[in-house]
């Protein structure tokens, strides 16, 4: 089992930055991607960002620019920098691992935090 712990998010202006990292722990394997979705009301759940534990990443197009994903391997962590944010940037962001051990992939989820962009 994995356990994912949130923290950051909050109430932001347009324009501002704000940043929402993630702690992994359990049974995590070296073969493993990390990442953040998130969930604006009424829509569906989208990749925001992910990092494998090589280091590549991956971006929404709608982000691209703006946010920046990292990771700390040795504290299982992963930190989602974003910048210049928008109002469309509201939503529920969530954290999530996938790793994989031979044929076997668990995909585990945060609770999620709220990131409201408002003026």
């Known amino acids: 089992q994995v356990q994912l712990e949130e923290s950051g998010g909050g109430l932001v202006q347009p324009g501002q930055s704000l940043s929402v990292s993630c702690a992994a722990s359990?049974?995590?394997?070296?073969?493993?991607?990390m990442g953040w979705y998130r969930q604006a009301p009424g829509n569906q759940r989208e990749l925001v960002a992910t990092i494998s534990n090589d280091g590549t990443t991956n971006y929404a197009d709608s982000v691209k620019g703006r946010f920046t994903i990292s990771r700390d391997n040795a504290k299982n962590t992963v930190t989602l920098q974003m910048n210049s944010l928008k109002p469309e940037d509201t939503a529920v962001y969530y954290c999530?691992?996938?790793?994989?051990?031979?044929?076997?992939?668990?995909?585990?989820w945060g609770k999620g935090t709220l990131v409201t962009v408002s003026s």
């Open positions: 359990g049974r995590i394997f070296n073969r493993n991607t």
């Open positions: 999530n691992v996938k790793t994989s051990l031979f044929t076997w992939t668990g995909e585990y």
